[in-house]
């Protein structure tokens, strides 16, 4: 179900193979289900980060508010994109979307899961405007509890 964690994992055998010190540790594999509207899914939902004991914060920020999901006609799906993180640190745990094309944004919930990314660090980033990439900006912000834009 998941081709890519295979192939990585895949590369990884043939290093070992080849004499190369490997581990596979990765933190997040995204799960993403390609239909319309696009399902993508990294690290903890918030019902598993709780599972684990974790105290969490969560934002989740509408498609509809994202001006690039509006040309896209991506907010007539009532997507969406959520973020876990952990109440007492701001460490990112997880990342949920919902929406037309929210399957090309796994690489940066992915790159903020692997970087122990906290919600100030992708706060702190610029995102260009306007792009898809700005919801899980918003979403960051929202969950610090300083969303720009809602719906």
């Known amino acids: ?21 490997r581990q596979f540790d990765k933190v997040a594999i995204p799960a993403i289900v390609f239909t319309e509207p696009e399902i993508v899914s990294v690290g903890l939902t918030p ?3 709780k599972e684990r004991g974790e105290e969490i914060i969560i934002g989740k920020f509408p ?5 690039r ?18 109440e007492s640190d701001h460490v ?6 919902v929406g037309s094309h929210v399957a090309e944004l796994h690489s940066e919930f992915i790159l903020a899961l692997e970087m122990g990314a906290l919600l100030e660090d ?20 929202k969950t610090l509890g300083h969303a720009i834009h809602s719906s």
Request: zero cysteines.
């Open 47 to 49: 019902d598993e980060a």
């Open 92 to 97: 990112i745990l997880g990342v949920q979307a």
């Open 63 to 67: 498609l509809a508010a994202n001006g």
């Open 122 to 141: 992708i706060a702190d980033t610029v995102h260009a405007h306007p792009t898809m990439t700005e919801a899980f900006h918003e979403a960051a912000l």
């Open 69 to 86: 999901a509006l040309t896209l006609e991506a907010e007539k799906t009532g997507g969406f994109i959520r973020v876990t993180a952990r």
């Open 1 to 21: 179900m998941l081709a890519h964690k295979a192939s990585a994992q895949g590369e990884m055998v043939a290093e070992i193979l080849a004499g190369h010190e």
